[in-house]
């Protein structure tokens, strides 16, 4: 089972982005599969969510800008980011999860597989 991000880059302020997270190996009918990043000096933390179900889940500090979805047949899932700050510079890592979640999707700890990162830089 595999997990590969590819879209980092530099971006300027209120710029785009979209990250893609090439899954490969995963038979689970029930699954999280997750964006979260790491910025310079800070702890990882849950950026958004999708689950089996069709559930999705942001953080905060992201709603209204960024979009999670998924192409089953490809077995791709990406974020479309819009409007991007300088805070939201940060190593983005793709996630994965045999377990259906809701309130927990922003726990480390419930997914075994991760991507190697992609990094994201919004700067002038």
């Known amino acids: 089972s595999q997990l590969v991000e590819s879209g980092g880059g530099l971006v300027q302020p209120g710029g785009s982005l979209t990250l893609s997270c090439a899954a490969s190996?995963?038979?689970?009918?029930?699954?999280?599969i997750a964006w979260f990043r790491q910025a310079p000096g800070k702890g990882r933390e849950g950026v958004s969510c999708?689950?089996?179900?069709?559930?999705?889940n942001y953080a905060d500090s992201v709603k209204g800008r960024f979009t999670i979805s998924r192409d089953n047949a490809e077995n791709m899932v990406y974020l479309q980011m819009n409007r991007l700050k300088p805070e939201d510079t940060a190593v983005y890592y793709c996630?994965?999860?045999?377990?259906?979640?809701?309130?927990?999707?922003?726990?480390?700890?419930?997914?075994?597989?991760w991507g190697q990162g992609t990094q994201v830089t919004v700067s002038s």
């Open positions: 996630a994965f999860s045999e377990i259906q979640l809701f309130r927990e999707w922003v726990l480390q700890s419930r997914y075994a597989y």
């Open positions: 190996g995963f038979t689970s009918n029930y699954y999280t």
């Open positions: 999708l689950n089996n179900g069709g559930t999705s």
